[in-house]
């Protein structure tokens, strides 16, 4: 499971997994020792992680004071739910998007200064592949071929003061028309553009963890 935090990815491994060695900096071992922000420098391993962790954890995390993590590896001391720990903490939001493809070239949107793929939450009764459909078709006036599903992610925002935590599922999709292709302007999208993998590189440096994620698991998946 990844979570991302303040745009940090957070994985949460169960009891025994462990991440790849080489993309640790820092070990800290729960059970033993005191979990401090100053230890939260690069990439990060903590072990032995308990429930009553997870507040100090995410209050680092959700903290406006500057911090050099990277990355955050979570390993549960025992196979506790996690899902019932965060539904205790957050209002859980649903919803779906797509990874639209044309021929060579991948579609995006600006928004909120920030390079984006199309999505938007779940209606009630509507299945998820619905609500990507959907989503994709109003954000950017096209029409798509719905494909088979790349990953799920889950991030962390703030809504009037409450703890938001988005679960998000993305499809591939294939484009059949964008002859009509524009912006929904009333949900601050100011363009939607074509791009080649070389300007979606690009672009990437301008948008989210979770949207890079969500192109390394179709490169990963879905063209492998």
Known sequence: MIIFINDIPVRIFKSKEEPDPGRINNVIDAASEEITQAKFINHVWIKNVDTADFDLIFGFLDSKVPTNLLSLYITLESDASVKNYLRTKFKIVKAAGGLIRKKEKFLMIYRMKKWDLPKGKKEKNEKYKQTAVREVEEECN????????????????????????????????????????????????????????????????HSYKSISYVFEQYYSKVEA
């Open 142 to 205: 096209v029409s798509v071929k719905l494909g088979r599903k790349i990953c799920t992610t889950w991030h962390t925002y703030t809504m009037n003061k409450h703890a938001m935590l988005k679960k998000t599922r993305w499809y591939v999709m294939d484009c059949t028309d964008d002859s009509r292709m524009k912006p929904q302007l009333a949900e601050d999208i100011e363009e939607t553009r074509w791009m080649s993998q070389k300007e979606v590189y690009h672009a990437l440096e």
